[in-house]
């Protein structure tokens, strides 16, 4: 095998090396999060925050009405017990028992409508729980092929790291030197020969050149300055 085949399948390998690293990469920056599931974990406190909220107004509320209606009940009893006789202190009672009353309803209506919003914050918190429910366990399996993934990237790159030492361990140092330097300088170090064209620079190559990268030493174009490989 000619040398520059041996610097192009090297070079091939290092390629796919480089790709699968970045595919691996890609793979592991999503393992372990996921912005949706931690959204809706936050949506679900907060609506649970509210719903505990609204039942102390509702406890709240009861507990008012409660208290009002025992006092109600001992003003009514006061005022038709016939204790009282002065027709100005009855009237002070009557709209006392009044005032208790209109309270009373307001708070009735108040806690009237707690109790529906307590019902929506329950409509609400149960969608949400079904909702994240729902995104885990796809959140769940979608780790579980990621780490699947992974495992089969690092067993690839694995396999191509040591087939990447073999084709080392079959070139000279001083031209896998040169090789490294190249492809530092430029990214990748050698070129294919296509229809007689370079496809690092894509210019033609001369008679000369193509006969001389026919050869079994190393040729280097006279423009781009990588190996050429003529297949
Ligand atoms: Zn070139």
Redesign the pocket.
């Given at each position: 095998m000619s040398i520059a085949r041996k610097l192009y399948q090297l070079q091939e390998i290092e390629l796919e090396i480089e790709s699968k690293e970045q595919a691996l990469a890609q793979c592991l920056s999503r393992l372990g999060k996921s912005r949706v599931v931690a959204q809706l974990r936050a949506k679900q406190a907060k609506e649970q925050q509210h719903l505990e909220e609204l039942r102390r107004q509702q406890h709240s509320a009861e507990w008012e009405i409660e208290d009002l209606g025992t006092k109600l009940a001992a003003a009514k009893e006061t005022l038709y017990s016939g204790r009282i006789r002065s027709p100005k202190e009855l009237a002070s009672l009557q709209h006392e028992v009044e005032g208790l009353e209109v309270r009373r309803d307001q708070l009735e209506e108040r806690a009237l409508e707690t109790m529906e919003q307590v019902e929506l914050a329950m409509d609400n918190l149960t969608a949400i729980s079904n909702e994240l429910g729902a995104s885990e366990s796809e959140w769940r399996s979608q780790q579980q092929r990621l780490s699947a993934e992974i495992e089969q990237f690092k067993d690839l790159l694995s396999e191509l790291e040591s087939k990447r030492q073999q084709m080392l361990a079959g070139i000279d140092s001083q031209t896998i030197d040169f090789y490294n330097q190249l492809k530092k300088q430029k990214g990748w170090a050698v070129?294919k020969v296509e229809q007689g064209t370079?496809r690092?620079?894509r210019?033609s190559l001369s008679t000369a050149e193509l006969q001389r990268a026919r050869g079994e030493q190393l040729v280097e174009?006279n423009?781009?300055r990588?190996i050429l490989f003529l297949d």
């Open positions: 070129a370079c690092g620079c210019i174009c423009s781009c990588r």
